[in-house]
């Protein structure tokens, strides 16, 4: 979903191709994400041009003029090459015609097959023809041909004969010029390890079911109840690398610790009482925000944590509690009792997948997943083919929503530009509120579905003596062609200029916007009121609530639509150049993916020459050789006619919006220039953190990990003339004064000990660590050393590693934690994994008036959904400058910014939404609390005139300043006190 809205809002055309009938995957099943327990799914819905695009909840479908859905759809075969393919996508019938259902689920309830609700992971109920996905709208049924009987019960019933007994298959040729895949993952199956007993023993679920269980929409609507006897269980086991970290899948699935610290949060927060264990290997809280979240869970909140792996779970067939046998911390075997066992199941590829690979014609990996070229995230082994998300490997939402925005970049390249997107207003608009209000109401029948519950007469008569109400007219399906045809040639008879429709959910935004271009009414003066499912279906039986309660929503309605008076929508231009902040890899790369799209852009380095800190990275432990890829990146960007190279030099001012932005730049020689820019990318970088520990810089023999790499590659240490190597980790990191993961720690002790015993294999490796981060395929390279001899020993932070320097000889001691005693090491070389901190990023911060977060780094606008972008529109942030990153991660996360901002500069001109602030000047005091609180910067003094103004493309319509506003000088279009008022009069 974020790849086409990225791709549709740039104003391509986009197919988006879903092999179930209805859209949103693994992620439309949760409810909550870490690290702040909310749901901001919406936050993937653009912002600038948010008319474009749907704004209700994603869970209930995507909705773009630019989207085209194709559901129950696969690709089954692809010819061309990038730019010009021609895809063939076989689509299989639901045996419900969509055009023809009206989604009143009489099918449903004459059905006498029940099925297990794969949406509810099977602990719920379904009909063989039924809904996927009881959120989505409008309601999307199909039929589970492996479970139907065909014994017509539902074809009799439909009151449209929208359903069909007959599967079908049809096909459909497109021609393309670039393929995004982004098939998400399945859950590995938990029967495969019968040693935890799944499906055998009730109380044993995975961290999918748990997720179900919890959500109010969940098959026990929320309650926390174990399946044997429906009690709510006193103590509760997750079970981590459930189908991950062995040696049939030797990755990490990246998600899962944090996936049941989680579920552990939200269980320990709704019942306090209960006991929660997550037994574990290593905690894997490498994602920004994580660690912290651990912590509170741990600390605050009272959720336990063992480190080991459980060998197998046993079941008390008396009372159905689980047995667990664990070692405890000196070693003995102990016994633990709970009444709920969940598995964290991994992330695995669909069955299917390599073939649909194949058909593609892109290569797989070891373990089935997409493999992707060195240095990228998103490039397939074909040209104009990418990936994004779990496809590739296992991933996390926050590196998903980032693939997609750089897989959306990437395809752009091979697609002609878009149309030109609307840059001025239409002569005939007019402001809305000039003209009488003349309003048509429609009222559904919907197949009897409201009509039979529903006094639609005594409704009809009721709003027809309403004023400003012109014809009223009932009709027996509203959503069918014909009717809307019908609509049409009656707001022409009738000269009307409002719409007003009683209906159901089945009357969204697509068919309102047609509705709207067939019968020439802005789409604005169209509203509907759900009379079935508002109405009808809560109050079934209870007629004369459900008339009363028609009555006072249609008045309601009508008076919204009557009081409505947004001005014609403004044009703000854009300034199609960028600036780039930051001369490193994050900020070259994004100056190349903006400047592929022949868009000017300025990169300002403040050091003398390009590269940043990759110039101190030799390899990465996935992709190899950094230098080559340093090299050849330098010299496309000084090469590049689109770039504007500012070495030397600084960022000083920046005033103004998004596609408006003034900035000063401090130049080379002291001279100050100014830029008018659209947008903005911060890739600042970050520093290696300089520690005082472990005596370094107090001898010659303890060094850090870049050190060591730098050493190793201008060949000026000889690995055959060490002995034993030991490695500290989480220096500087994972500690009270930086409570954050630096991410690439462990990979850089894994690379650095592979090519030590590369050279020499003879040297003794000792790695000193905490919890081992090698989420993803780096797990294989962990292996790996601990197959070549490298040691992995465990330290807790309350009793660090202790490093003695006694002339020449190095003494390392530390209290190994499973065997209990003292540890003393005398190694050649002691090596230390230093973390990565933030630059000086403060004064950039209030230069650009945007956030830092609690450890210094660039505050981005939502942790998952929006990593790249700051509540400022506009302005975009990468790399370091964001969190702790790698290479690969790095580049992907700079073409994920460059993606947005592109799309903000080729529109050439940003619409301003209807729903918006403003400013009335009579009552306002001028006091500015408005623009204090304003989270869009869309509320600023004008210097001229000395009014509080509203930046109206940047205004999101959220009412903070409404709020904030002393005097009632600010105002929501739509939603000023005249019209609120007026509504509750209407209702009564």
């Given at each position: ?27 439309v ?26 704004q ?8 773009h ?17 990038a ?15 969509a ?11 004459v ?10 992971e ?105 399946s ?10 997750f ?15 990246s ?37 912290r ?24 067939p ?11 911390e ?24 390599r ?47 980032v ?12 697609l ?37 519950a ?64 067939q019968a ?10 759900n009379?079935?499912?508002d ?28 009081q ?17 902040i ?60 689109h ?25 080379k ?29 107090q ?5 850090t ?42 990979s ?14 003879e ?9 081992m981060m ?11 050393a ?21 002339k020449?000889q ?17 190694p050649?070389?002691v ?30 606008a ?45 529109s050439?001109?940003l ?12 009552q ?11 989270p869009?910067?869309?509320?600023a ?36 006190d ?6 509750i009069?209407?209702?009564?």
């Amino acid at each position: 979903m974020k790849a086409s809205l990225d791709m549709a809002e740039a104003g391509h055309s986009v197919y988006l191709c879903e092999r179930k009938p209805s859209a949103g995957g693994t992620l439309v099943q949760m409810d909550k994400w870490f690290p702040d327990n909310h749901c901001n799914m919406c936050q993937i819905l653009p912002t600038l041009n948010r008319d474009m695009s749907s704004q209700n909840c994603l869970r209930r479908g995507l909705v773009h003029p630019n989207v085209e859905l194709l559901l129950n759809a696969e690709v089954t075969e692809l010819q061309g090459e990038a730019g010009d393919f021609r895809v063939t996508v076989s689509t299989r019938s639901t045996g419900v015609d969509a055009q023809l259902c009206i989604g009143c689920g009489l099918c449903t309830e004459v059905c006498p097959v029940e099925v297990e609700s794969q949406f509810d992971e099977g602990l719920g109920q379904k009909k063989a023809i039924d809904t996927s996905n009881p959120y989505v709208t409008p309601r999307q049924y199909a039929i589970d041909w492996e479970k139907c009987t065909r014994c017509g019960e539902c074809v009799s019933k439909c009151p449209t004969q929208a359903i069909n007994l007959e599967q079908k298959e049809s096909a459909r040729q497109l021609q393309v010029g670039a393929i995004i895949v982004s098939t998400g993952f399945e859950e590995f199956d938990p029967r495969l390890a019968t040693q935890y007993g799944y499906r055998r023993y009730p109380n044993v679920i995975t961290s999918i079911e748990m997720e179900r269980i919890l959500s109010p929409g969940g098959p026990s609507e929320g309650e926390l109840v174990r399946s044997s006897d429906g009690r709510a269980p006193a103590s509760i086991a997750f079970l981590q690398c459930i189908g991950s970290r062995d040696s049939r899948r030797d990755y990490c699935s990246s998600a899962c610790c944090m996936f049941a610290v989680k579920e552990a949060t939200l269980i320990k927060k709704a019942w306090p009482q209960t006991d929660v264990h997550i037994f574990f290997m290593d905690l894997r809280a490498f994602g920004k925000g994580y660690h912290r979240y651990y912590e509170r869970a741990r600390d605050e909140l009272g959720v336990n944590f063992t480190r080991c792996r459980v060998p197998v779970v046993k079941e008390d067939p008396q009372t159905h509690n689980l047995m667990l046998t664990v070692a405890s911390e000196d070693g003995a075997p102990a016994r633990h009792q709970f009444e709920m066992v969940v598995l964290s199941v991994g992330q695995t590829p669909a069955p299917q997948f390599r073939d649909f690979c194949h058909v593609l014609g892109v290569e797989t990996g070891r373990w089935g997943f997409c493999q992707t070229q060195p240095f990228s995230t998103v490039e397939t082994s074909r040209e104009g083919i990418y990936v994004c998300g779990s496809a590739a490997g296992p991933k996390d939402i926050a590196d998903t929503i980032v693939e997609a925005g750089a897989a959306a970049g990437g395809a752009s390249k091979w697609l002609s530009s878009p149309a030109a997107r609307k840059t001025e207003k239409k002569e005939t608009e007019e402001q809305v509120g000039e003209e009488e209000s003349r309003t048509a109401v429609f009222l559904c029948g919907c197949g009897g579905e409201i009509g039979s519950a529903l006094d639609l007469e005594q409704v009809a008569d009721n709003i027809g003596k309403l004023a400003g109400v012109v014809y009223v007219e009932q009709v027996p399906y509203l959503c069918y062609a014909e009717t809307l045809e019908t609509i049409k040639k009656r707001v022409k008879e009738h000269k009307v200029n409002r719409l007003l429709l009683g209906a159901c959910a089945d009357i969204n935004k697509p068919v309102l916007d047609k509705l709207a271009a067939q019968a020439g009414i802005d789409p604005d003066l169209i509203k509907v009121v759900n009379l079935r499912e508002d109405i009808v279906w809560v109050h079934r039986d209870q007629p004369d609530k459900a008339l009363a309660k028609a009555k006072s929503l249609l008045a309601m309605a009508l008076e919204n639509i009557k009081q409505q008076d947004y001005p014609p929508v403004s044009l703000t231009p854009v300034t199609s150049s960028a600036l780039v902040i930051g001369g490193g890899i994050a900020g070259m790369m994004a100056a190349l993916s903006i400047a592929q799209h022949e868009i000017e852009v300025h990169l300002v380095e403040k050091s003398p020459e390009l590269g940043g800190n990759l110039k101190e990275v030799f390899s990465t432990l996935e992709s190899g050789d950094t230098q080559p890829l340093l090299r050849d990146i330098e010299e496309q960007v000084s090469n590049n006619a689109h770039i504007r190279l500012h070495l030397e030099s600084e960022v000083t001012a920046v005033s103004g919006y998004a596609g408006n932005f003034s900035v000063g730049i401090k130049e080379k020689d002291e001279s100050l220039n100014t830029l008018e820019v659209g947008a903005i990318i911060v890739a600042t970088g970050g520093d290696e953190y300089h520690t005082t520990e472990y005596q370094y810089e107090q001898s010659s023999k303890v060094i850090t990990q870049h050190e060591l790499e730098k050493t190793l590659s201008a060949g000026e240490l000889d690995p055959g003339g060490l002995s034993s190597v030991v490695m500290i980790q989480c220096v500087g990191s994972r500690e009270k004064d930086r409570p954050y993961c630096s991410r690439v720690c462990c990979s850089q002790a894994v690379k650095n000990a592979l090519k030590l015993k590369e050279a020499n294999p003879e040297v003794e490796v000792n790695v000193l660590y905490r919890d081992m981060m090698s989420y993803g395929f780096k797990e294989e390279y962990y292996t790996r050393a601990r197959e070549k001899g490298v040691r992995f020993i465990r330290y807790e932070p309350d009793r660090k590693p202790e490093v003695k320097a006694d002339k020449e000889q190095l003494t390392v001691e530390l209290v190994e934690p499973v065997v209990g005693g003292t540890l003393v090491l005398e190694p050649d070389l002691v090596v230390l994994s230093t973390g990565v901190t933030p630059g000086e990023n403060r004064a950039l911060a209030d230069i650009l008036t945007v956030p830092l977060d609690k450890d210094g780094f660039f505050q981005e606008a939502e942790e998952k959904f929006r990593p790249v972008d700051f509540l400022k529109e506009g302005i975009y942030v990468c790399g370091l400058a964001h969190s702790p990153r790698g290479v690969e991660e790095t580049i992907t996360q700079a073409q994920a910014a460059a993606r947005g901002a592109v799309s903000l500069l080729t529109s050439k001109q940003l619409e301003a939404g209807r729903i918006i602030s403003e400013t009335v000047q009579r009552q306002c005091r001028k006091c500015e609390m408005c623009i204090a609180v304003c989270p869009y910067d869309a509320r600023a003094r004008d210097e001229e005139t000395n009014e509080i103004v509203v930046r109206e493309a940047l205004c999101q319509g959220c009412g903070a300043c409404v709020v904030a506003c002393p005097s009632g000088a600010a105002k929501i279009r739509g939603f000023r006190d005249r019209q609120v008022f007026s509504l509750i009069d209407a209702a009564f």
